[in-house]
């Protein structure tokens, strides 16, 4: 039996491996090159045990055209703000997301 951390793995890379995948077939013309893993995890100072753990992942991706215009490392928010990458629209989020899900 795999424990927690092998199975978090596991799913990660499926994760990532769908989402590029899907983000790629959607923008042919802005591919994903980096894909950046936040995890935060949490606990209530009063008890530290299993039950009051909270796990919580963001899949950021980086792609060709943040990197043509210069945005690196952590410094993705900024694409906004630069004008490098539009905020995407709410049928665009959901048409990766509906691709994401059809992969699993």
């Known amino acids: 039996m795999k424990c927690e951390l092998e199975e978090f793995g ?4 499926q994760l ?3 989402l590029i995948k899907s983000y790629n077939k959607l923008s042919s013309h ?3 090159k980096i ?10 100072l009063e008890k530290r045990n299993r039950k009051t753990w909270h796990l ?12 043509k215009k210069c945005v690196s490392g952590w410094k ?7 004008g490098v990458k539009e905020k995407p629209t709410k049928k665009k989020i959901s048409q990766l997301m509906t691709s994401i899900r059809k992969q699993f």
């Not at 596991?10 to 890379?13: E, I, L, R, S």
């Not at 919580?56 to 990197?67: A, G």
């Open 10 to 13: 596991v799913v990660t890379k």
């Open 16 to 18: 990532e491996t769908a």
């Open 30 to 32: 802005d591919k994903v």
């Open 35 to 44: 894909v950046y893993l936040v995890r935060l995890a949490e606990s209530t």
């Open 56 to 67: 919580h992942v963001h899949m950021i991706p980086r792609t060709t055209l943040m990197k």
């Open 76 to 82: 993705i928010a900024e694409c906004r703000q630069k």
